[in-house]
């Protein structure tokens, strides 16, 4: 199992601005690797949208939760496939919370108790008040069964 996740320092600024830019609400988006390039995609957290359409199926809101369109990720994923590129990470931010990979982020990774990315990266943001606190990175590991923390680094611009 790999015992880190490398980001280039435009990836991780990218990715941490996004959660600075939608505090107090999470963010989400996948990291697309491309060359020597990591790619930060925004993605739309559509959660307010479903709790809004179902609060009882969909009991917490943006503030608490995120939910990527699969209709967006889709073309997201297709696109990066066709330009030969890959699908390295996915992120989301935790509004004033630490960065933990929680329940509900695990079951969301597995519907089906397998990941459905197995060798992609899980990367959770802490931001408190618009100051991001810590980043921390989680993958799978099979025989754990389970995602495990890893080091996050960056390479420099």
């Given at each position: 199992m790999k015992t880190e996740v490398t980001l280039t320092e435009s990836a991780w600024n990218e990715m941490t601005r996004h959660a600075v830019e939608c505090f107090p609400e999470e963010c989400c988006g996948v990291i697309i690797r491309r060359g020597d390039l990591d790619v930060v995609q925004r993605c739309q957290n559509i959660q307010n949208l479903k709790h809004k359409q179902?609060?009882?199926n969909n009991p917490r809101d943006a503030t608490i939760a995120y939910s990527i369109d699969p209709q967006e990720l889709n073309v997201?994923?297709?696109?990066?496939?066709?330009s030969g590129a890959t699908l390295k990470a996915f992120y989301h931010s935790h509004p004033n919370h630490d960065a933990y990979f929680s329940a509900e982020d695990k079951a969301?990774?597995?519907p089906f108790g397998e990941p459905t990315y197995p060798d992609t990266?899980?990367?959770v943001?802490?931001?408190y008040?618009?100051?991001v606190k810590r980043v921390r990175a989680y993958l799978w590991s099979p025989e754990q069964q389970d995602f495990g923390e890893v080091a996050v680094t960056t390479l420099p611009l």
């Open positions: 179902d609060p009882i997201v994923l297709n696109a990066a496939a066709a969301g990774a597995t990266a899980q990367i943001v802490s931001i008040d618009r100051i």
